[in-house]
């Protein structure tokens, strides 16, 4: 039986472009009108997680030639205190996009403070205002993974319309968004989740397969159609021969090879291009308040 070759989606070269254009981008901001696009990020406790990604992001937005505002709160602190930063921030006029590394600790109400920042500012777009728009297909800022997704999609495959998408995860950061996405990009979207019958069944059943449930390996070779496009979301950390650890998708990417048509790898897929798109949306943000086109 002749198997098929499965291309590698290379997130991480794609997203290297995508930030080389968005620098050039803000070269000619800063030259032409004098404006610098600034993004704060604000993190509240010492998830060692959180604060990797946080380190990051601060790195990529210097390297892009944006301005970079870090905030680190102790785990303890009020939601009075987070929710007042946040309107200190929506205040700023050097500030145009506004982070809050999730999750927040337990105490805090994660929706009441997101719901804060200026949602001309909201470059996660977990405002419910841009919630809202992208559900009714109003121009907004649209979460950074699923966009990322769909950038990576479009580029692999070209025109989406007619295909069968699955979405196997229902988070509001990922899964919801990037159905509606696909959505605007005319596929047929099925939404699946931990508690979805025939899983595999469903699963088989997509041209698109996009894997958002944060459980390592979850999704099995068996389950996806030949040729099919995998996107994989998850970053998993789970222990590795001689008590290492490594990272690791949702999707089981050696079972994967020689049936998908194309996937992702974690690391170096999904990853790299949700940082390349939360620097679009500030450069989006920066321009919409300036009145820079
Ligand atoms: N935590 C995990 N992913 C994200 C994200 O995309 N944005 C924010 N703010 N927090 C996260």
């Not at 590698?8 to 070269?27: M, Q």
Request: aromatic share 2%.
């Amino acid at each position: 039986m002749s198997q098929i070759e499965t291309k590698i989606i290379d997130g991480k070269a794609f997203a290297a472009g995508l930030v080389e254009s968005i620098r050039a981008d803000v070269a000619g901001l800063r030259a032409s009108r004098g404006i610098q696009p600034g993004l704060a990020v604000v993190l509240v406790g010492e998830d060692a997680a959180s604060q990797v990604y946080v380190r990051n992001k601060a790195k990529q937005t210097v390297l892009a030639g944006m301005h970079s505002l870090e905030f680190k709160l102790p785990a303890e602190t009020p939601e009075p205190e987070l929710i007042a930063l946040v309107k200190q921030l929506n205040a700023d006029p050097k500030v145009h996009g506004i982070l809050v590394q999730l999750p927040l600790p337990g105490h805090i109400d994660s929706s009441k403070v997101l719901d804060t920042i200026n949602p001309d500012k909201d470059v996660d777009g977990f405002h419910i205002i841009n919630a809202g728009r992208l559900a009714v297909g109003l121009p907004g800022l649209v979460p950074c993974t699923p966009l990322g997704c769909v950038m990576l999609l479009t580029e692999a495959l070209g025109d989406l319309s007619g295909l069968n998408a699955v979405v196997v995860g229902r988070s509001n950061i990922v899964g919801k968004p990037v159905a509606q996405l696909l959505l605007a990009q005319n596929c047929t979207v099925t939404i699946a989740h931990s508690r979805s019958r025939n899983l595999a069944e469903i699963c088989r059943g997509a041209d698109i397969l996009v894997a958002a449930v944060g459980r390592p390996e979850m999704i099995k070779g068996h389950w996806i159609k030949p040729g099919a496009t995998v996107i994989d979301v998850g970053i998993n950390r789970v222990p590795a021969a001689a008590g290492k650890t490594k990272l690791v998708g949702d999707v089981a990417f050696d079972e994967a090879q020689g049936i998908a048509g194309r996937i992702t790898p974690v690391p170096g897929g999904v990853g790299p291009m949700t940082i390349a798109c939360l620097l679009r949306n500030t450069l989006t943000a920066a321009k919409r308040i300036e009145g820079a086109g």
